[in-house]
């Protein structure tokens, strides 16, 4: 079990959660599943899917990952649309990211530490 399964699991038990964790996602465990996607960076999955030609100047990601995130449909374009059943889409997502850019792992631990409540 990874730090998205266990997002997932506490999300599960307090969905409305989702909007908190979405606005400030290193400062609670659940906010692992919309980090940004790249170190240093400000877009999570869902603002890279509602503007994929900004997150590909933006992000510095591959586009492979930017059209991951666009092809799925769980994952939606905007953050008042994320549901119970979006949240495996979320991991998934940043289990590429994490294996893409190992960066940004050690990034988000740093952030988690100091945004954290």
Known sequence: MDRYDVAIALLKKRPELIGKAWITPFAYPEGALFEFASSGRTMCPTQIKENPER??????????IIDAICDD??????????TLDSLESFAR????????????????AARRANDAY
């Open 55 to 64: 997150a590909q100047h933006h992000c510095g990601i591959s586009i492979e």
């Open 73 to 82: 449909d769980k994952i939606p374009d905007d953050s008042i649309d994320i």
């Open 93 to 108: 997502v940043q289990r590429l990211l994490d294996e893409a850019y190992p960066e940004r792992v050690a990034y988000s």
